[in-house]
């Protein structure tokens, strides 16, 4: 079985030697010092021999089989291969792909190991392909601009980008070490074919907000256990700014600090769309949800659903939506967007004389969102970063929800007001 570029860079040293084997006589040897070499075995006038074509990664799984490939054209027409293969030139090891590894080895001690492969992935299905035989120094601009076309080509905008950035990355590092004089991704400025305008989660203006608050406090169903679950996850989503799958699958052992003033939400990585954990910090009113929905059942989901040990179900809160009359209007995700708004838009005054500034810093607001950060450096933040000023962004965000649900019940006739605080009352 043909050994694959991960499984040559990933090998470990044993207590013992050992080989991964890629076929008609090639394989690679590991030492327990670490050392990876290519050899291949053959056999000449009846004699079994063995040719050694250099150590890995300087000569790469391409060039060790174009090795074998000389090899056996050798003994096909009758020579020894000792005499008649050579070893790659300086120029010959200095192709893409070994360069690329090289520079992969260098920083994947220092990326998250997900995120590693993902990058290393993305090379060999995008990039290698094209560009991982060719030397670094005679790569051109439209040698890297067809590889790009190839991947937007089947509409991964998105890849053909990160692929882009890549190469550049590759290219400078090889620039750092001497091996190329210049970067052709920066001649690629405007020739990248423009991403679609992005279609963000229906939202409505703040202007609308108090009227539908009043409306969701007042959302009611045959069933009113139900509906109290309904309502209570979607005021949940409100104050916490989460995605709709990390809050419904919520389990009671995620929380803590209950009923103190640093209560807060430890949603694990597996199930955070950037695969970090991340920390909650909660309001005095999103803990009394959980509070509510803790007491009101014993099962293992916050927001159960309506089969025994499941969680809601991933349309119950949108399904809410449309009811209330807002399809197409307003969606679970869109109160990420109006909570953003919120904060970014929140400023205080200082000094004198006096100038305005933010409230709430941007960084406590991408925090929260729980967004990537293109920064590799930035990006490896921990779970709780910023919790005091996030948990203090929060609660005004929670009070100003109440302000306006209560702004909002004037909108409503009379005998539709629901009762002071209707979000907490689950039917048991």
């Not at 509906?227 to 919520?250: C, M």
């Not at 009359?325 to 904060?343: E, K, L, N």
């Amino acid at each position: 079985m043909a050994i694959k570029e991960l499984q040559a860079r990933s090998a470990t040293p044993r207590d013992k030697p050992y080989k991964l084997a890629d076929g008609e006589g090639l394989f690679l040897f590991i030492k327990p010092n670490g050392a990876k070499l290519w050899r291949m075995k053959y056999r000449f006038e009846g004699k079994e021999k063995l040719l050694s074509f250099g150590a890995y990664p300087e000569i790469g799984l391409t060039a060790a089989r174009e090795l074998r490939l000389k090899a056996r054209h050798a003994l096909a027409i009758g020579e020894d291969p000792i005499g008649a293969v050579a070893r790659p030139t300086a120029k010959e090891s200095k192709t893409f792909e070994k360069i690329a590894t090289l520079w992969h080895d260098n920083r994947v001690a220092s990326l998250n190991s997900a995120h590693a492969t993902r990058v290393w992935s993305r090379l060999e299905r995008d990039v290698i392909p094209l560009l991982g035989e060719i030397h670094i120094e005679e790569i051109t601009a439209p040698d890297v601009l067809a590889m790009i076309r190839q991947i937007e080509a089947r509409g991964a905008l998105d890849i053909s980008r990160r692929a882009k950035q890549c190469v550049g990355q590759v290219f400078q590092f090889a620039i750092a070490s001497g091996w190329a004089k210049s970067d052709p991704t920066t001649h690629l400025r405007g020739a990248l074919k423009p991403k679609p305008r992005v279609q963000h989660m229906s939202r409505l203006p703040m202007a609308d907000l108090p009227h539908f608050l009043a409306k969701l406090n007042r959302y009611t169903e045959e069933n009113p256990r139900r509906s109290a679950i309904t309502r209570n996850a979607v005021h949940f989503a409100l104050f916490t700014w989460v995605r709709t799958k990390e809050l419904r699958f919520a389990v009671r052992s995620e929380f803590e600090g209950l009923g103190t003033p640093n209560a807060i939400w430890r949603i694990p990585a597996e199930r955070m769309k950037m695969k970090r954990e991340h920390v909650v910090p909660l309001s005095c009113q999103a803990e009394t949800i959980v509070a509510e929905m803790l007491a009101a059942s014993k099962e293992l989901y916050v927001f159960p659903g309506l089969k025994p040990s499941s969680p809601l179900s991933e349309n119950t809160m949108i399904y809410a939506l449309y009811r209330m009359g807002y399809i197409s209007r307003q969606t679970v995700h869109g109160f990420r967007s109006i909570a953003s708004t919120w904060a970014n838009e929140q400023l205080v005054e200082y000094g004198d004389p006096p100038i305005w500034m933010r409230r709430y810093h941007a960084d406590w607001v991408e925090m929260q969102l729980a967004h990537s950060e293109d920064n590799e450096v930035r990006g490896a933040y921990n779970a709780a970063e910023y919790l005091a000023p996030r948990r203090r962004m929060l609660q005004d965000w929670a009070d100003y929800i109440d302000a306006q649900t209560t702004a909002g019940f004037a909108t409503l006739r009379q005998h539709d007001v629901p009762a002071a605080r209707p979000y907490l009352s689950v039917v048991r």
